[in-house]
C-alpha cells in the first residue's frame, strides 16, 4: 500500500507541477481556451464522479457486512454512473467535432 501512495504521489505530483509550469509559460493561451469550455457539463461530470465513488465505496462496504443485494444494487449505479461519465464526454466530443 506504501509503494502505491508512493507512486501515486510522483505521478501527479509531476503532472501538477507540468500543470504549473504550462500555465505560467502559456498563460494567454490557457485563456483563450477556457472560453471553449462548458461549466455545465463541468458541474455534472464532476458529479458523477463524485458520486460513483460513493456508491463503489458503499458498494464495498455492503459486501464487507454480508449485505450482497444492496451491494449488487450500489454496483450497479455505480456502473450506470460510468456509462454516464462516458455519454457526457461523448456528448462534448460531438460537440467539439461539430465545430470542427
Known sequence: MWLFLGTEILLFGGLFVGYAMYRTLYSPAFIACS???DRRLGTVDTLILITSSFTMAM???LARGGRSRLAAAALGVTMALGLAFLG???HEYLVD???G
Open 35 to 37: 472560453h471553449h469550455l
Open 59 to 61: 458498494a464495498l462496504h
Open 88 to 90: 457526457v464526454h461523448g
Open 97 to 99: 467535432i461539430a465545430k
